[in-house]
């Protein structure tokens, strides 16, 4: 039986408002540059809009630590520009999620404030506090931005845990009173009219009692103690409360980041019986490209291991929960520089990608500026970047650590987070018509030739693919709720599979290569084409379905039965 939602059926576009639009020239993108925009998005047939953080805060990880739940950050506007910007969503029938942060909170929040001042402090037990272990850290868990994961507090001679930054103690959610306070927020917003939620890192909220120290057989300083915070004991727990106190009260969407999870753990938060959350974001696959070393460590993408994963996903929620997908976001290279060639095949890769994951089963999510194919940068310097992981990693690495520069800067260039977060690129006028001012972080330099104002001029820009990409979901129910199957398991270029729903199937076929590839429809599929649904070079239809040649970063779509 297929379970029918409108935020199944929806595509969600994410916006980083940091990098968007600037509508007063500070150089910062802001809210009411996001209102500026809205029937661009609404003209590209998106129904979501998932809002990275807007809340006030000091900015130490570019919103992700938050000093206020419950106000504007002064950079991007006020409260009365947000509620104009909803008003106007609503208007177009645009939905809103907002990004909701509750693993950590910035140390500048009240909460933490009070939390400092003395071990009997009411709001003592909102964080979590211990004393010092051999004169040293109370673990040997490092911090997901290098270095200790706690940080020493002179006022109580005590240290508190914060995964992240420094500026970003982890909240405790041991507390029953910590966990009201959070669930009337939330409530706060939802009553506001929000549509929903994108929870980050939510499944870090449950840490292991006791807090042990993590394997660490190589005697490194610190090291990941994942197997500590990640999924832990009381997470499920946690979620139901949440969801009986807040989510199930409105008919909204739901999206866990769970770095760390697999498809038995992700069946548990998504299965609609549970009444947890209805969608996790996951990092198998953005994994594929790393060594043994993490995600610094480059190594090329294996279409193998890529096939591996999407099909464990895509068969492994299939009928119980459901899939997330996407291939870009605030935290991620460039798909097309990534998995793409953003040089020859710049247009031809990026329309083969959105092909690739639009036709999945799941909610698709697209990133600022993966809809017009912009790129990966290559700043110069160190000194342009702005992301606190890739300056504390280069701090640790070269600096203190005497690695090579140069290598170093090609995992930035390969990898950084701020590859994602370059302005938004949307005519030729001087810093891409991102801002009159002085852009916050540099525009790359190839908006002359890459910007939404050329695309929606040209009827064979990536834009406009996308375009049609979500104008099928909408069209065709089979490509939201069809059942998924892998072809061609073992081809190392092309990436083929079915989709089958209610008498009807859809034959999808992408070549991951820069070489023309032959494709032949295995013989155990029975597949019979009636129309060619979409692809990215001039096609003749559909005659020659069964055996055909695919050029560089072809994608083909076939719906018959």
């Not at 006030?56 to 950050?73: F, R, T, V």
């Not at 994108?198 to 057989?217: C, E, H, T, W, Y």
């Not at 000194?383 to 690695?403: A, R």
């Amino acid at each position: 039986m297929t379970h029918k939602a409108w935020w199944k059926e929806s595509v969600v576009y994410q916006i980083y408002p940091r990098s968007f639009n600037d509508s007063n020239g500070d150089g910062i993108g802001d809210i009411k540059g996001i209102t500026e925009k809205l029937d661009y998005l609404k003209n590209l047939g998106i129904e979501v809009i998932w809002l990275s953080p807007v809340y006030k805060s000091p900015n130490d990880d570019n919103g992700y630590d938050i000093a206020d739940y419950k106000a504007i950050m002064d950079e991007f506007g006020t409260m009365e520009d947000w509620e104009e910007l909803l008003e106007e969503m609503h208007n177009r029938d645009l939905k809103l999620i907002m990004d909701l942060v509750v693993n950590h909170s910035s140390d500048e929040h009240e909460w933490f404030q009070e939390s400092r001042k003395s071990k009997d402090n009411p709001f003592r037990d909102y964080y979590i506090w211990r004393t010092s272990k051999d004169g040293k850290e109370p673990n040997n868990w490092e911090s997901a931005f290098s270095g200790p994961a706690w940080d020493y507090d002179e006022q109580t001679d005590e240290y508190y845990l914060h995964l992240f930054s420094k500026k970003q103690p982890d909240l405790n959610w041991e507390n029953p009173k910590l966990r009201q306070e959070i669930y009337d927020m939330m409530k706060w917003w939802l009553n506001k009219g929000v549509d929903g939620f994108r929870m980050d890192v939510i499944n870090f909220i449950s840490k292991v009692p006791g807090l042990p120290d993590a394997p660490n057989p190589e005697g490194k300083k610190y090291v990941g103690g994942g197997q500590y915070f990640m999924n832990g004991p009381r997470i499920h727990d946690y979620l139901k409360e949440m969801n009986d106190e807040v989510l199930s009260k409105y008919d909204i969407m739901t999206v866990g980041e769970m770095p760390g999870v697999d498809v038995e753990e992700a069946k548990k938060y998504t299965d609609p019986d549970r009444k947890e959350l209805q969608m996790v974001f996951q990092f198998e696959h953005m994994d594929l490209d790393s060594g043994p070393n993490g995600k610094w460590d480059l190594k090329p993408l294996d279409l193998k291991d890529l096939k591996q994963s999407i099909t464990r996903w895509q068969k492994g929620l299939q009928g119980i929960g459901w899939n997330s997908l996407y291939l870009n976001n605030h935290d991620q290279p460039r798909i097309v520089s990534r998995f793409g060639n953003d040089k020859e095949y710049r247009l031809e890769s990026a329309k083969m990608l959105g092909t690739f994951l639009h036709m999945l089963q799941g909610t698709p999510f697209i990133y600022q500026g993966e809809e017009i194919g912009m790129t990966n940068i290559h700043f110069d310097s160190i000194d342009d970047y702005k992301d606190i992981e890739i300056l504390n990693m280069y701090q640790e690495k070269v600096v203190e650590g005497n690695e090579d520069p140069d290598k170093v800067m090609e995992s930035i260039y390969v990898k950084g987070r701020d590859n994602a977060r370059t302005p938004i690129q949307w005519d030729t006028s001087e810093n891409a018509g991102f801002t009159t001012g002085e852009p916050w972080i540099k525009v790359n330099p190839n908006y002359k030739e890459i910007n939404a104002e050329q695309a929606i001029n040209d009827e064979n820009s990536v834009y406009h693919y996308y375009r049609q990409l979500i104008q099928l979901r909408k069209k065709h129910e089979i490509i939201v709720y069809g059942e998924y199957d892998l072809i061609l398991e073992s081809h190392d270029q092309i990436y083929a599979y079915t989709r089958t729903f209610e008498g009807e199937k859809v034959l999808v076929v992408t070549n991951f290569s820069e070489q023309e590839v032959p494709f032949e429809l295995p013989t155990g599929v029975s597949f019979e084409a009636k129309e060619l649904l979409i692809s990215n070079y001039p096609n003749e239809g559909i005659q020659d379905y069964h055996s055909f040649t695919l050029k560089p970063y072809e994608a083909r779509v076939y719906k018959g039965v």
